[in-house]
């Protein structure tokens, strides 16, 4: 289980592992991406916090999401610059408020064709969000052991871009959590749960 308080036992080996190489061995093709995985601590759980992209956006509209986009190549020093820099102007959370943890492995989005880079990062709790109306619905979030239980998840087959596919997703109060963001906090959530196995 990864529920509880990040304490400083977990704090530790979960910098360390994130700050090891990635587990790939060759880098997937796609437009480059980044995102913030936010991770705060709220009466004594942990949760991830998301949010609702707008219905009007040209990629992955009215999709949960983590805060982040395309990387900026005259603009961004480097994906976590990305990261940072969509985050604070999806969302608000300026970047001295962020303390980064590390970078999971990438991931690659099949229709739209972005390689998204995840850089995990705790964040104050509360916080005053002031989320774009043009980038975000809402924003909200769900506590890990909630994301960790097993009955939080659903297995299905959906028809994408008239492909039938598998799909993973995590159910919970209304929300679908499915594609890169499910794999994204999956892969996050194994991690946690390997640690906390030590």
Same mark, same amino acid.
């Given at each position: 289980m990864?529920s #509880?308080?990040?304490?400083?036992?977990?704090?530790?080996?979960l910098?360390?592992?994130?700050a #090891?190489?990635?587990?790939?061995?060759?880098?997937l093709? #796609?437009?480059?991406?980044?995102?913030?995985?936010?991770i705060f601590?709220? !009466?004594g759980q942990l &949760?991830?916090?998301?949010?609702?992209?707008?219905?009007t956006l040209?990629?992955?509209?009215?999709?949960v999401?983590?805060?982040?986009g395309?990387? %900026?190549a005259?603009?961004?020093?480097?994906l976590l610059?990305t990261?940072?820099?969509e985050?604070?102007?999806?969302?608000g959370? %300026?970047? &001295?408020?962020v303390?980064?943890? #590390? %970078?999971l !492995?990438?991931?690659?989005?099949?229709?739209?064709?972005?390689l998204?880079?995840?850089?995990?990062?705790?964040?104050? @709790?509360?916080?005053?969000?002031r989320?774009?109306? @043009?980038?975000? &619905? !809402?924003?909200?979030?769900?506590?890990?052991?909630?994301?960790d !239980?097993p009955?939080t998840v659903? %297995?299905?087959?959906?028809t994408?871009d008239g492909?039938?596919v598998?799909?993973?997703?995590y159910? &919970?109060?209304?929300?679908t959590?499915?594609?890169?963001?499910?794999?994204?906090t999956?892969?996050?959530?194994?991690l946690?749960?390997?640690?906390?196995? @030590?």
């Open positions: 990864v #509880g308080p990040m304490t400083p036992e977990v704090l530790a080996p910098r360390s592992a994130l #090891g190489p990635p587990s790939r061995s060759a880098p093709p #796609g437009t480059a991406a980044a995102v913030l995985v936010p601590e709220r !009466d &949760h991830l916090l998301y949010t609702t992209r707008s219905s040209p990629h992955h509209a009215g999709q999401a983590f805060p982040g395309r990387h %900026a005259g603009t961004d020093a480097n610059a990261a940072l820099r985050t604070e102007e999806e969302i959370v %300026a970047a &001295h408020d303390d980064v943890l #590390g %970078a !492995d990438p991931v690659h989005t099949l229709s739209s064709n972005f998204i880079t995840p850089f995990v990062a705790r964040i104050p @709790h509360p916080y005053e969000f989320p774009d109306p @043009h980038e975000v &619905h !809402d924003i909200f979030s769900i506590a890990l052991a909630v994301l !239980d009955t659903v %297995a299905e087959t959906w994408i492909r039938t598998p799909v993973t997703s159910r &919970h109060a209304g929300r959590i499915w594609g890169a963001t499910q794999r994204i999956a892969s996050l959530l194994d946690l749960t390997a640690i906390r196995a @030590h």
